[in-house]
């Protein structure tokens, strides 16, 4: 986390995967993190100072650089964390498996955060929220892509509906 000129607002380097692009920016926050990311009635997510790169070789809207872009939440596939967040930051919970969980196009490696007695095989049946914390997470694209997307995270956060697979290790 970074400090931020506002006082009660807090920056968080990170990096969004959208389908279509990798966007490296500052997710900036007043209050919890959690409440931005997870709350019913917040449906955008603001990312400032962004450095967007495509991240499919073909497409033509190779990279852009922009003060701030506004995305729709359920547009961000996951959010890679420079730095692991605080616990009143993200709520993680206790319980913790090694897991692979596949986006439709990365393998992502890590701890998956259960809660609970819950399993691997209930977390994509009962995400509480809308992201799905993975801790000490390292990053495998399933093709090609241009980007520069960090292989390691201290945390992503992947988006419910782009988890599609997870594997227990």
């Not at 809308?130 to 997307?149: K, M, Q």
């Amino acid at each position: 986390m970074v400090a931020s000129p506002h006082l009660d607002e807090k920056t968080f380097p990170v990096h969004v995967v959208t389908g279509e692009f990798l966007l490296k920016g500052e997710l900036r926050v007043r209050g919890v993190l959690d409440t931005l990311l997870n709350g019913e009635d917040i449906t955008t997510v603001s990312l400032f100072e962004v450095q967007a790169q495509a991240l499919d070789p073909s497409n033509v809207a190779a990279q852009f650089v922009a003060p701030k872009v506004v995305l729709a939440r359920r547009a961000c596939q996951f959010i890679v964390f420079s730095e692991r967040p605080s616990g009143d930051d993200v709520m993680i919970k206790a319980s913790l498996r090694a897991a692979v969980l596949y986006t439709p196009r990365f393998a992502i490696r890590g701890s998956v955060h259960l809660g609970g007695d819950r399993t691997v095989t209930d977390v994509l049946g009962d995400i509480k929220g809308y992201f799905l914390p993975v801790a000490d997470a390292e990053l495998f694209p399933l093709f090609r892509i241009r980007a520069n997307l960090p292989r390691q995270s201290p945390l992503v956060l992947v988006y419910r509906d782009h988890a599609e697979i997870i594997q227990e290790r």
